[in-house]
């Protein structure tokens, strides 16, 4: 007996049959290139400007959001290998620009003065200023979110937030996801799910387990050997001492073996800041793994997380633990 199956129901099987077929990819693109739009968000209680790069998945409905604050003295439009790659695969990228400790701190200064004047916006009053930037800004998803025409009207999946940050963002997304004592108010931001932090730090005033003891979601860290910047007083050791203060469950540590600061960003910044080739593919491969696995809280993702999948994409001599 011949049965007429229609062609869609045939077209949706195989895709089915390929999907349960193909292994766990977290570099595979999921989507085609989606669409990345300046968003500009006046904050009228404190009267203050945040500019926001947002990138939106070519797909429909409601998608996870991942947060990104940049470093001392960039923007907006900082690590776009990340925001790219975590598009592709379906999240909503939204990439923060903080004034005071952003880009326009060095760009009109002579070259001779930059450093001071970076290290003149590493503040405690910057510090704090990132730190309600996040909720400045996710307070306004939940408003666009149900706003009639705007570009993220039921688009967000507000149930599931992840945040990031390097550098300075690193501490700012510390700030905002379960870090306690950094500035006068850093209480966690419940509404954000899990975090990755791209070159932790750890205060020397304090213990790291007073500070870091009460974490409560995800913590992905990452980091490297030769992880030292020109401005804080981090070292190699402080920036390890993160890790070992965290609770036990669902923490995630990653060093590559001769990672310098840099290694995070866009692009070699000096001649001799000869930058491994290995890195950002690692860089997006683990992280999209932890994002998939906390934020669409899917079982293969956190089956490769938690077994031989970081060490795959990694080389031998770089190290990746968990707890």
């Known amino acids: 007996m011949r049965i007429n199956i229609p062609l869609t129901a045939v077209v949706t099987l195989c895709w089915l049959l390929t999907c349960q077929a193909r292994a766990y990819d977290p570099l595979q693109p999921l989507l085609p290139a989606g669409s990345t739009h300046e968003v500009l968000l006046t904050d009228t209680k404190r009267d203050r400007e945040i500019p926001l790069l947002v990138s939106v998945p070519q797909a429909s409905g409601q998608a996870p959001v991942i947060l990104f604050s940049h470093g001392l003295g960039g923007s907006r439009r900082a690590c776009r290998y990340l925001r790219e790659h975590w598009t592709s695969r379906g999240y909503i990228a939204v990439f923060l620009q903080h004034p005071g400790s952003d880009e326009s701190v060095w760009r009109s200064v002579p070259r001779q003065s930059r450093l001071a004047a970076m290290s003149e916006a590493a503040s405690f009053k910057n510090g704090q200023a990132r730190i309600d930037d996040v909720g400045s800004v996710l307070d306004a998803l939940a408003a666009w979110q149900e706003e009639p025409g705007h570009l993220l009207e039921g688009r967000l999946d507000l149930e599931h937030i992840g945040m990031s940050g390097h550098s300075f963002g690193a501490r700012t997304t510390q700030a905002v996801s379960g870090q306690v004592g950094w500035a006068a108010r850093n209480e966690p931001d419940h509404r954000i799910d899990a975090a990755l932090i791209l070159s932790p730090s750890a205060p020397r005033l304090r213990s790291a387990e007073s500070l870091f003891g009460s974490v409560s979601i995800p913590w992905l860290l990452m980091t490297g050997t030769e992880d030292v910047a020109a401005i804080g007083s981090q070292t190699v050791a402080s ?70 999948g970081p060490r795959s994409v990694l080389e031998p001599a770089d190290r990746w633990q968990t707890k």
């Open 239 to 308: 920036r390890l001492a993160v890790f070992p203060a965290l609770p036990a469950g669902q923490s995630y540590e990653l060093v590559f073996d001769k990672g310098t600061h840099s290694a995070f960003t866009d692009g070699a910044r000096t001649p001799k800041d000869d930058r491994n080739p290995n890195h950002h593919p690692a860089i997006k491969a683990i992280s999209t793994a932890f994002w998939d696995a906390f934020l669409c809280e899917n079982p293969d993702a956190k089956a490769w997380l938690n077994g031989a």
